[in-house]
């Protein structure tokens, strides 16, 4: 009985601290007092010491551009979206030979209540071998007439539109740093 009442306690415990994390969003703020360290999306958040909303998303887009090129930033929304970078060195599930690997990189800055944090997602890819086609679904007709054309049911493609990328792992050393990197540009630019 008192190992089932401490087991309990643990897991309320746990469930206090860390807050509900399953199912949120990213641009919400997760839940509980330590819910800001946690990232549905498998990033890392951490709340700011910035002035204003603005003042947080700017010097998000300056840091975001130190490592990599950013392809969309919207203050509105928050999300700083980057171009996937090709990585030098990735983990190969081949014995001979390898696949190329790419990070892709957001960050999504929000403001609740006078709280301003910052989630940051570094994925880690490789490239698959497998070519993604889609099946048509063909309605029940029942006339002999053909009703779509060979390029509905399968068309032409180029390459690029045949790479599949299989994300292994996020990469928290470098999101880490990318936060480490923004906190100290909003502590020293205030």
Not at 137 to 159: K, R
Request: charged share 20%; with cysteine; net charge negative.
């Amino acid at each position: 009985m008192a190992r089932q009442t401490t087991i309990i306690a643990l897991i309320a415990t746990v469930a206090l601290l860390a807050g509900c994390v399953d199912g949120e969003d990213a641009a919400q703020p997760a839940s509980g007092p330590l819910g800001f360290l946690f990232v549905a999306s498998g990033g890392t958040r951490r709340p700011l010491t910035a002035e204003s909303y603005a003042q947080a998303f700017g010097h998000a887009r300056a840091v975001m551009a130190q490592y990599f090129t950013i392809s969309s930033a919207d203050q509105n929304t928050g999300l700083i979206q980057c171009l996937p970078q090709r990585l030098d060195s990735a983990p190969s599930d081949r014995l001979i030979g390898g696949s190329p690997g790419r990070q892709v990189a957001t960050m999504k800055v929000t403001q609740d209540g006078g709280r301003i944090v910052a989630a940051c997602s570094v994925r880690l890819q490789r490239q698959s071998s497998g070519i993604l086609r889609q099946q048509s679904i063909t309605d029940s007709s029942y006339d002999s007439v053909p009703n779509q054309t060979p390029g509905e049911i399968e068309a032409a493609t180029t390459p690029d539109q045949n790479d599949t990328w299989e994300t292994y792992r996020s990469d928290q050393a470098l999101e880490n740093k990318i936060l480490n990197n923004l906190e100290d540009l909003l502590t020293k630019g205030s």
